[in-house]
Each structure stands twice: as structure tokens, then as C-alpha cells.
């Protein structure tokens, strides 16, 4: 059976849809409340599922918009083939798995074609139009290079008209601008990207393009009062947290034992890893600051937790700062130099167990914040016990090492902040240097048996691998690594800190060189520190 048959009539062991999906996407498109970049996997698990809720109990009669302005197959090749349906599946740790179709998606768009950018437009004029989230990761924020300078995407987007930018906050603000040219109703912009503070960061990239723009005469100079209004746009910051692995072969077989139909896992030219069925984890958090000048869905109904930007920072710190992401980093680095390629398998090594267990409890908890609405050992004990372990999960170290020079600042930066600030002892930082070297390690392509693997795709990743050029496998002299180390070590904008500032740099470097010493010299490290 195919999507479009399962939805209507059930099948495959999967419900069929409850509510009058024909009549819900003809509402959306004509009075659309919610719109959403991002068409990835982390969307259609999460928030797709969650709206589906919405209208299965009858609490909601509209659907969500889904635009991609990165990766257009993701439309071309999985949405429109299939009506904008998905099947999820759910993976227990128990080894249960749950199957429902989600038909939450009313439409999805890309910037590919004046047709549907005009349609964009439209949307964004529309004054029903209450919400648009975003789940494109970090790096979709960032417009500046690590010296501080525009980076050239920006540049040239800075450069056009707005209704030619390229860049997702350029094509955002070109948007923002048609909708304050009809009249400026309030709307707000979510970011659900897992990044510190990302409504902030969202907010800065469109407040430079719009100043750009004013500069140069292409928009009028009350576009920027309108979006630093705050009764008039809000940017949300947000914590989001499910697991949502790519799509694993093992799960299409098991659908198509089932006679599921469409089991095809697509690897887009951009590197998204995509299938009609997303399989996911069961454990999901989203708490949202509640800044929503036009309204919001009521997704507080399914679970969503909105709360004051105070709160929400909290938890957003315990989690990406302390409790989950750090400790998926690590695995993430260690298991691709080890040949591991699932999480849950490095789990049950317990020289990897005990690192990332003393990386949340020992180095992490000392420094977490408390949000009050989530218990920061409590959830620890979810992702150590149940979470990573999860044998159903196939999530893989190679996916979480993507852009990982993008995820240093948050997810190591900030503790060593903290150690600082409140003036602890740095020698109970053992696994935060260790990491810092172990993906200077990882970045020489050479697994701990001295064979070459393939680097997940970063950003600086040209830069970082000419850098440690001279850098080769066995008899690594200090000074060699010390002289490679010092610009990737120094370098606030990657770790947050100058790791030279603290003990941590020299640690780091001593721990570089003893992985390079030769085949088996990372386990030999790992196994003397956490046996």
C-alpha cells in the first residue's frame, strides 16, 4: 500500500486519517495561520505530528504550509510524490514501534520558481498568517565568517534587490517586507532549531539584511522600527529536543514485510537523508517563550510548553549546554575515529558509557541551570539509560558530526564559561579537552586502525583540514601538533573561549598528540581515562 491509500483507508498498521484533510489544506491555503522552513525530518517527526494531533481531536480545522529554500529535492522527490503525507514510526526503547500517517502538511513550496515565491508573498501578506517556524540548523542563521566579516552569500544577497536574495534570512526579510508593505500586521518568527538563544539569532540575521537594505535605498527605513516592534513581530527563543535520525534501511524493510509501498531512502545531492517514513524516538520536549503578538495554534493542547524567555533559556542551557548535546557530540567524534555506526552500539562500550555518563554528571551538572520544569539529573538519566542505549534508534555518529564546528561554542564553550565565572577547579575537566582533541583527531580522516573515512560535511571544514595538513598518523612531536592546534584551539568563534585562556588548551593538545601516536592510540587514551 501506498501513503495516499493508507491515509484514506487505513492499512500497513497504521490509522487511517481522522479528519477532512481536502477540506483543511483548501482553509490553509486560503487563510494560512502557520508556516514553516525546514522540510527535513526533525519537522515532519515533531511539529507535523503535533499539529496532526491538533486536528485529529477536532481542536484545529487548518494545516501547516511547509517551504524549503535549501533543498529542493525534499519537496520534489518526498513531498509532492506522496500528497505531503509521511508516515512516522515510532522506536521504543522497548522495542516497540507505532506507525501513524501524518497529513498535517496543507501545502509545501520552494524559492525554485517565481511561481512559488509569488506564493510565498501571498502568504506572508495574508493577515491570518500567525506563526512561521523554522528548523533549518544552525548554520541557516549565520550570514558572518568567523573573523566577523559577511560571508559571501550575505554579501551578495546585501548587494540585490530583495526580491532576489538567495539566502534563507534574506529571502525571510525580502518577505517581511512585502508583509509590511500590506499593512505590517504582527506575526511571530519561531526558531525550533537546536541552537542557543536561536530567536535571537534569527532576529539578528533579518535585522542586518533589512539594515542593509535600508542603506541602500531598497526598502523604506520604517521596515526596521516594524521589525524591532516587539507588540508587532516577535522572535521566540525555544528549546526543541527529539531525536530524529535518518531514515534506516532496517525500518523500510520492516514496513515493506508490512506491504508499505513507499520504503525508498533518498540521499539528495545536498546530503539530506530522507524517505516517505521518518522513524524517530518517543521522548520529545518543545518549550517556547510565548511572545505571539498575532496568536499562536494552541499547541500548548499537545504538550508544547510556553513559558517566559527566562525559563525557556534554562531548559535550552541544561539541554544543549549539559545534558544531551554534549554528550552526543562526544559519541559522535569518538564513534566515527572507532568505526562505530550507531550510538546505541558505542553505548554499550563502557570505557564510551562511562566518558559521556562523567561528561553529564561529573563536568556538566556542576554548572546546569535548573529550568524548574524539567529535572536536569532526571533528564540526564532519560538519555544515559533510555535515550542513547535506545537499540531501535538508528541514529548515527556520523549524522551528529555534521557542522560540529558549528556546535562547539554552545555545546562546550559555555561550560568552560561557567568553570570561569564561577571560578571551579578546571581539573575536573577531563572529557571537554579530550573532545576538543578528538575532533582535531577526527578531522584527519584516519580512523583509530589508520584507515581513512569520510568527514560529515562542516562549513570550515577546508580551512580546519589545511590547517592540520602537516599533520600525519604516528610520531606527532608536540611541536608539530602545537603549531597546527594553536589557530582551531585559540579560536573563540569555534569554542566560544580561547582554550589557551584556561588550562584546557595545553590539556587539549596533549591529548591530540597522544591519539595521533599511532593505530589503536585513541582507544589506548579512552580505555586509561574511563575504565
Known amino acids: 500500500m501506498n501513503l495516499k491509500e493508507i491515509a484514506k483507508s487505513g492499512g500497513c498498521k497504521a490509522a487511517s486519517i481522522s479528519y477532512d484533510r481536502d477540506l483543511m489544506r483548501n482553509r490553509t491555503r486560503k487563510a494560512p495561520i502557520w508556516l514553516h522552513f525546514g522540510a527535513g525530518n526533525i519537522f515532519r517527526a515533531f511539529p507535523c505530528a503535533l499539529q496532526d494531533t491538533l486536528l485529529s481531536k477536532g481542536i484545529v480545522d487548518y494545516g501547516i504550509i511547509a517551504a524549503e529554500t535549501f533543498d529542493f529535492e525534499i519537496i520534489d522527490k518526498i513531498y509532492r510524490p506522496h500528497d505531503d503525507l509521511s508516515l512516522l514510526v515510532t522506536l521504543g526503547a522497548d522495542g516497540s514501534v507505532s506507525r501513524r500517517v501524518i497529513g498535517s502538511v496543507a501545502e509545501s513550496i520552494t524559492t525554485q520558481t517565481d511561481t512559488e515565491r509569488g506564493r510565498l508573498v501571498e502568504i506572508f501578506k495574508s493577515p491570518s498568517l500567525q506563526m ?6 544552525e548554520k541557516g542563521y549565520v550570514y558572518l565568517s568567523p573573523d566577523g566579516s559577511l560571508l559571501p552569500t550575505a554579501a551578495a ?19 517581511l517586507y512585502s508583509r509590511y508593505r500590506a499593512g505590517g500586521a504582527p506575526i511571530s518568527l519561531v526558531s525550533m532549531d537546536n541552537c542557543s538563544h536561536n530567536g535571537d539569532r534569527l532576529k539578528s540575521a533579518i535585522s542586518a539584511f533589512a539594515a542593509a537594505w535600508v542603506e541602500r535605498g531598497y526598502v523604506d527605513d520604517g521596515f526596521i522600527n516594524y521589525i524591532l516592534d516587539e507588540s508587532r513581530i516577535g522572535f521566540p527563543c525555544t528549546m526543541i529536543d527529539k531525536i530524529t535520525p535518518r531514515p534506516d534501511p532496517k525500518v523500510a524493510s520492516l514496513l515493506a514485510a508490512d506491504r508499505f509501498d513507499n520504503t525508498e531512502c533518498i540521499v539528495t545531492s545536498k546530503h539530506t537523508y530522507i524517505a516517505p517514513f521518518v522513524n524517530a524516538e518517543a521522548p520529545q520536549y518543545l518549550v517556547v517563550e510565548d511572545v505571539f503578538p498575532a496568536g499562536r495554534p494552541p499547541l500548548e493542547r499537545v504538550g508544547v510548553i510556553f513559558t517566559d524567555r527566562e525559563t525557556v533559556d534554562k531548559a535550552e542551557r541544561m ?12 559519541l559522535a567524534v569518538f564513534g566515527c575515529l572507532l568505526g562505530y555506526t550507531l550510538i546505541s552500539e558505542e553505548m554499550k562500550n563502557p570505557v564510551l558509557s562511562n566518558m559521556v555518563r562523567r561528561l553529564g554528571y561529573i563536568e556538566g551538572l556542576p554548572v546546569v541551570t535548573d529550568p524548574g520544569i524539567i529535572n536536569p539529573r532526571a533528564f540526564i538519566d532519560e538519555v544515559v539509560n533510555v535515550r542513547l542505549p535506545n537499540p531501535f534508534m538508528p541514529d548515527s555518529p556520523q549524522r551528529i558530526a555534521t557542522d560540529t564546528s558549528q556546535k562547539l561554542s554552545v555545546r562546550f564553550g559555555e561550560t568552560i564559561k561557567q568553570y570561569i565565572e564561577r571560578g571551579l577547579n578546571f581539573d575536573n575537566l577531563v572529557v571537554v579537552p579530550l573532545v576538543a582533541a578528538g575532533w582535531c583527531r577526527y578531522l584527519l580522516g584516519v580512523d583509530d586502525n589508520g584507515n581513512k573515512f569520510d568527514i560529515s560535511p562542516d562549513p570550515l571544514l577546508p580551512d580546519l583540514r589545511s590547517t592540520l595538513s602537516e599533520i600525519k598518523l604516528g610520531n606527532v612531536s608536540y611541536d608539530t601538533a602545537k603549531t597546527a592546534l594553536h589557530p582551531i584551539f585559540s579560536n573563540e568563534s569555534i569554542f566560544g573561549v580561547d582554550l589557551y585562556s584556561t588550562p584546557l588548551g595545553h590539556r587539549a593538545e596533549e591529548y591530540f598528540v597522544r591519539m595521533t601516536a599511532g593505530k589503536g592510540a585513541v582507544t589506548s587514551l579512552l580505555t586509561e581515562l574511563f575504565s
Do not use: M, W, Y
Not at 132 to 137: D, E, I, L, N, Q
Not at 319 to 330: F, R
Open 157 to 175: 544577497d546585501f548587494a540585490r534587490e530583495p526580491d532576489a536574495a538567495q539566502t534563507l534570512p534574506g529571502i525571510i526579510t525580502a518577505l
Open 132 to 137: 512561521v517556524s523554522f528548523t533549518v540548523t
Open 319 to 330: 539541554k544543549v549546554c549539559t545534558c544531551l548535546n554534549p554528550l552526543h557530540t562526544a
